[in-house]
């Protein structure tokens, strides 16, 4: 079992929709979450950091995890052609390593 | 402009021969990252290094190496040993060792190795 897995997509949405993006993770001990952007041949730049359990919400985007469940979302609303990017989920535990998901493609249709 | 420059922006090696990628930071960040992109996979770590003139090896040195003689600078070289070379390489850099407390990693716009 892969230590975090995301759905690769891609994931095809209307301008204006509410986007939900999900990842799983194996490892209870993980505690630091973060999402990372990455538009086509550029590097990642972070979006959300999480510590622990809860939401965290900037402007459109919104970070939730789940730890009973080991799962973590991002939610964006009032989706933007602009959003549409590979979204890469990372955990990390007290080793402070990053574990990296695979990354979702987002495509947001004007 | 503070960032990351990575060059060349594409790159193509020959059998049996050594390459080197450039990373250059004018953030006066203390640590710098190599990374490994490939389709279906998730980002993978190189090498790393927390200050001048010393480094570790990350998840996949094999093949690689690196060197860090200035805080700005920390260059890559894909050596004949890397039998697998073809891939998206990302540089990054960080205040501090990345300790999972809100340091963020900024990154370079990467270099995508082929080999001819």
């Known amino acids: 079992q892969k230590e975090v897995e995301q759905d690769p997509g891609p994931l095809s949405v209307p301008e204006g929709a509410i986007v939900s993006l999900n990842c799983t993770y194996s490892?209870?001990?993980?505690?630091?979450f973060m999402w990372y952007r990455q538009y086509s041949r550029k590097g990642p730049e972070l979006l959300m950091y999480t510590y622990s359990s809860g939401n965290k919400e900037d402007g459109r985007f919104t970070a939730q995890v789940d730890k009973s469940s080991k799962y973590i979302s991002l939610f964006i609303r009032d989706s933007q052609p602009s959003d549409s990017a590979t979204y890469l989920c990372?955990?990390?535990?007290?080793?402070?390593?990053?574990?990296w998901g695979l990354g979702t493609s987002l495509a947001v249709n004007p | 402009d503070g960032g990351i420059t990575q060059s060349p922006k594409y790159l193509f090696r020959k059998e049996g021969q050594n390459v080197t990628l450039s990373c250059e930071q004018n953030l006066n960040h203390d640590a710098m990252y190599w990374y490994r992109q490939d389709p279906g996979q998730g980002l993978r770590l190189i090498y790393y290094s927390q200050i001048v003139n010393d480094f570790q090896k990350g998840d996949i040195a094999e093949g690689y190496s690196v060197s860090r003689e200035k805080k700005e600078s920390f260059p890559l070289t894909v050596t004949s040993a890397q039998k697998n070379p073809t891939a998206f390489y990302l540089c990054?850099?960080?205040?501090?060792?990345?300790?999972?407390?809100?340091?963020?990693?900024?990154f370079g716009s990467g270099t995508q190795l082929s080999v001819l």
């Open positions: 990372i955990v990390a535990g007290n080793n402070r390593k990053l574990i």
């Open positions: 990054a850099s960080s205040p501090g060792i990345i300790r999972g407390a809100g340091e963020k990693l900024f």
């Open positions: 490892n209870s001990a993980f505690q630091y």
